[in-house]
């Protein structure tokens, strides 16, 4: 069997990775020229540990090969970004732009699958889009639904060994998509159709966001109320039937902090509480900022001088390289651009470069600040010792102090 992978990203990447030491003959498509030649040279674009030594077993074999351009395959699986367009509306024309690359290719008895996160009826709306463009493929073909659930820093493990949701458009459809999953997914493939598929992805991502959100309106209350959130949370998750999530510095990334809106903006009145949660995760990134830049004045109010600020982590979640929708990285961005009163040391340890942000090594930022910010709970900063003498804005638990 051969399959095309189109997109090569944090998810579509890893599962043609994993497909390919199954067995399976894989295609990976992207538009990234970069992308691609790491690919084929056995280098990994993104921070994955254990997936490059995978990856380039797979290309040695020939097992993989990227390019920029889809070939003929027996199945093809979407695996690209959906963004937002206007008021965080999604826009799925990525996810039609890759439909349309393999749209030529389809032939009687492949299977098309979506992997990509979507609105609720993206399915649908491919499905009408190939047949309105190939009619005489209709009944002919398997389309389906299958989103992924992995976490970044366990993705091998996860994409094989988690159970998945098979949503096919038909009977035939699921039973198909199953097929191909089983060959290297250990976890329970579970039947649906479609749209619930489409929904349980955004579900559960909604769900986690709700937790989180509980976690930091807490975060809030103690800091008025002068209590420690840390302690609160331990003592509060002693309770049998209680376990609240760990507040932080907002909510980011590619799922959490996206999929919520593709429902709120379909089914805006009957999604409050998920709408509130959203503005809940929003509102603490600002929150952090203005509690670094009122930091920033004391400091320079009380020792007539500015300070030092190191600001810890940039990447959304501890140990990634991932930026994207990365309240940390909001929050720099936000007190750097509000204030000329002090001197930046930016750190992010799992990537080497930034195009906007010029980067210092931890222990360095670290001993020279006045002011550290801890945002991104990276596992550098947990070996550093509590410092007295330093300013310490914990926004994510590295110390657990109020």
Known sequence: MKACFVGLGYIGLPTAIIAATHGIEVIGVDINKSV??????????????????????????????????????????????????????????????????????????????????????????????????????EGKIYIAYCPERVLPGNVIYELEHNDRVIGGMNDASTDKAIAFYAQFVKGQLHRTNCKTAELCKLTENSSRDVQI?????????????????????????????????????????????????????????ESRIIADAREVNNYKSLWCAEK????????EKDNKRKPVVAMMGLAFKPNIDDLRESPSKQIVSRVMQGCNNADFLIVEPNIQSHKVFKLTNYKEAYDKADIVVFLTAHKEFVDLEYDVDKVILDFCGIFKKS
């Open 36 to 137: 691609v030649e790491k690919t084929n040279a056995g280098e990994l674009h993104i921070v994955e540990p254990g997936l490059e030594a995978l990856l380039q077993k797979v290309v040695a074999s020939g097992a993989l090969r990227a390019s920029t351009t889809p070939e003929v395959a027996d199945a093809y699986f979407m695996v690209v970004p959906t963004p937002f367009k206007g008021d965080h509306q999604p826009d799925i024309s990525y996810v039609e732009a890759a439909t349309r690359s393999v749209l030529p290719l389809l032939k009687e008895g492949d299977l098309y699958v979506i992997e990509s996160t979507s609105p609720v009826g993206t399915t649908d709306k491919m499905k009408d889009l190939i047949f309105a463009e190939r009619p005489e493929l």
């Open 213 to 269: 959100a509980f976690a930091n309106e807490l975060s809030l209350i103690c800091d008025k109320a002068g209590i420690n959130v840390w302690e609160l949370i331990a003592l509060a998750n002693k309770h049998p039937r209680v376990n609240i999530l760990q507040p932080g510095c907002g909510v980011g990334g590619h799922c959490i902090a996206v999929d919520p809106y593709f429902i709120t903006a379909d089914y805006p009145a």
């Open 292 to 299: 670094v830049i009122n930091a920033m004045l004391r400091f």
